[in-house]
């Protein structure tokens, strides 16, 4: 039988867990014209369970997204059962239990004594591998993973999980049926994180480098991440929002799982704040303190009027806006009399890249070439002058951008956390552990991010990640930042960074 054959012959799902998740994938399931068993090891919080998923029916039916006769009968398909053991003919199984490791394994092994060969198993499992919790099985070829995001209606992707031993159909059967249910799947390894939790390290993990070396504020890291990257959620607004319970163990997990691979290293500083128990908005502080579930963010500092003092910029773009916001400029291949100096460096501080270029440095400061019509990140080294950093701050914002003032570092704020995100996709892809287009999309719809990783490494130019990389490197000596032969590659060749090029399997 074919793949789509089988999707489209299931006919009965028996969903294993009430919780959020469990009610999520049984909603869309009787909503996709499916029957559901919907089960729990605690039989009385089946029929609540059952009633809500009826309510969000009825509000969905109360905003035109289905009509009144389809929410009933998705009501009526819903069918609670007082023991998840009890005897089926259901095609499909889909735990969605605790996330532990023995708990699940116990309760596949239970299912295959319960179950007829021809049902499925899938584990909604997000960060144990599914090879492991198949070892309880007999026939472990029936198992494979099927990750659902929070929350399942609305988060359309759907991650798809073959186990080492999973049957050779099941993953394409699996796939069609995600179709089926009008959400997207995409083809992820069995390997620590999967794809998008791994994806995701690349954001949070640097986040925390650079708030480790004290060279911006959470809420200035969050304010360059949603207003110059575009992203809904800064890394630290995300962190307090998933709750340090859950995203520092996941860190420390995929770490682990990849051997302890510097680019996925997580931060101490995650690890003191979790057992403080500053969690986020479910303690009511993390990074941010929570007030009856409003975030409270101090508020950014008012730029001085601007000071008459002359600007010269190595960017054209720049001067030519601080020009037409009627601040004096001066131009010119090197600068002169000008009071301020604002250079634009690619992966090197400002300081570095003025003493390189043989600039005043107490006249210098640093903008993120990243900055956009938005935001402006502007970078404050030792020796720049106190009354020029004040100057040259009065005169960006007098273009009209909201203007963040952070230390000096190699590749400011906006570049590291965009290289950091790129790097990490692209030793996904070098992998082979997701291919590129998968890759994208899982983490567009995800992780929320404006455009995929690869997308957007291709927009900046392979090329100046790589040299934001090589710099970070270079000045740190921090193994985390080597770049990923991928990208090498396809800098080097002139190649696009979803491009796979030439496998050996094209020419034998």
Sequence with gaps: MLPGEWAERVKTVRVIGTGVMGRGIAQICAAAGITVELADARPEVVDTAVAEIGRMYDKLAGKGRMSVEEAAAATRRLVPISDPLSATDCDLVVEAVREDLDTKRELFAELERACPQHTAFATNTSSLQVTSIATALQDPSRLAGLHFFNPVPLMRLVEVIPGARTAAHLPDALTALVRRLGHTPVRATDTPGFLVNHAGRGLVTEALQVLAEDLATPEDVDRIARDVLGLKMGPFELMDLTGLDVTHPAMESIFTGY???????????????LEAGLLGRKTREGFYRYEDGVKQERPEAVAPGVTGATVWADDTALLESLAEAGVPVERGDEPSSAEIVLITPYGSSAASAALSARLPAERVCGVDPLSNATRCTLTVHPATYPDVARAAWAALAATGRAVTIVRDGPGMIAQRLL?????????IAEQR???????DTAVRLALGYPRGPLEWGQQVGARRVLTILHALHSATGDPRYRPSRWLVERAELGLALDETGTAVTDVT
Excluded: E, H, K, M
């Design 259 to 273: 051997y302890g691979d510097p680019r996925l290293r997580p931060s101490p500083i995650t690890r003191a704040r």
């Design 419 to 427: 290289a950091a995100i790129v790097n990490t996709s692209c030793f």
């Design 433 to 439: 552990l997701a291919t590129p287009g998968d890759i």
